[in-house]
């Protein structure tokens, strides 16, 4: 879990969207830019945003607690900043401990979601919004935050139905952005640049987690694999 202030992060740099702002005049002029480009473009401009729907969430079932404004940006991702990486915390703490620490203002950073020990997953900020939860601003655009509820010193907090649960979150984030299920993709907090911490800890299975986002991720892939939801 990210220490207060450690992941402040409110400055957007210039990413892909001012690029595209600058050449859309002169793209527009162009006979190759079909109708359809600019009507999918159109909303990257500086002030428009991706329709949003209240209380809407990326994963079915999650819960949907929002986060405090401070503690996350607003962004348009995949199409201003790619996703390519999941990054696994632990929160040092309650589910709800956490869940209060991110409605704090003053608090500075949170992940996009908290798994319970008992498997139930809260999504507190969009996955096309920055939620600072990394300390490390390129990984906050880049990435997805799920933190897990317990200690990284306390092994019989990492549950069977944390893990299973985390694990299908997982796999429907890295179907979703096209994300390599390896370990050079999902990795733990304390494999950021230039942080501090220590989470997700030695105690957490890492082989074991990795083969459960694999086979939840052949699941997905099947007919008959379980739901998820992408709205926006």
């Known amino acids: ?19 595209i702002v600058g050449g859309l005049a002169a793209a527009a002029g162009t006979a190759a830019l079909a109708r359809d480009e600019l009507a999918r473009l159109w909303w990257r401009l500086p002030g428009v945003d991706k329709p949003r729907t209240p209380g809407a969430v990326d994963f079915a079932g999650a819960r949907w607690v929002a986060a405090s404004d ?12 790619r996703i390519d990486m ?12 956490a869940v209060r620490a991110f409605q704090d203002p003053g608090h500075k950073a949170a992940a996009h979601y908290i798994v319970g020990k008992d498997g139930r997953i809260t999504q507190m900020i969009r996955e096309l919004d920055v939620a600072y939860h990394a300390g490390n601003r390129d990984y906050n655009e880049r990435s997805v935050g ?17 893990y299973a649960a ?21 990795i733990g907090h304390v494999e950021v640049p230039g942080t501090d911490h220590t989470d997700p800890g030695p105690h957490w299975d890492w082989d074991r987690y990795m083969t459960l986002v694999r086979r939840a ?4 892939a099947a007919p008959s694999g379980s739901p998820s939801s992408t709205a926006r």
């Open 146 to 162: 799920i933190e897990h509820e317990g200690f990284v010193d306390r092994p019989e907090d990492f549950t069977d139905e944390m």
């Open 86 to 97: 999941v990054v696994v915390h632990v929160t040092q703490g309650s589910l709800d401990s």
């Open 70 to 81: 401070a503690n996350w940006r607003g962004a348009d991702r995949p199409d201003d900043f």
């Open 217 to 220: 991720g052949t699941v997905r």
């Open 166 to 186: 985390s694990a299908r979150l997982t796999a429907g984030i890295c179907a979703r952005y096209d994300i390599p299920v390896d370990r050079e993709h999902i």
């Open 1 to 19: 879990m990210g220490a207060k202030g450690a992941s402040e992060d409110g400055d957007r740099r210039i990413g892909r969207r001012a690029l």
